[in-house]
């Protein structure tokens, strides 16, 4: 399983992390998502994971990682 974080740091709320977690599980591969408000990083795990994929993902919910 290969894991991947990204910093989110625009996320402040409960409803942040619904979005971003909702795009990111949509995404192929994906077979986990968490997501830590306080430190802004989103963890993404799975197998076959493509990073421009999941950046997407996470512009689809309104965000950008950095």
């Known amino acids: 399983m290969t894991e991947i974080t990204y910093t989110v740091p625009d ?9 971003v977690s909702s795009e990111l599980l ?8 968490s997501v830590d408000l ?7 795990r799975g197998e076959g994971l493509d990073d421009s994929r999941l950046r997407s993902a996470i512009e ?4 950008e990682a950095e």
Request: charged letters at 20%; one cysteine or more.
């Open 38 to 44: 306080e430190t802004k990083l989103v963890v993404v």
């Open 11 to 19: 996320m402040s709320c409960g409803h942040c992390e619904h979005v």
């Open 26 to 33: 949509a995404v192929a591969g994906v077979e986990d998502v």
């Open 60 to 63: 689809d919910a309104g965000y």
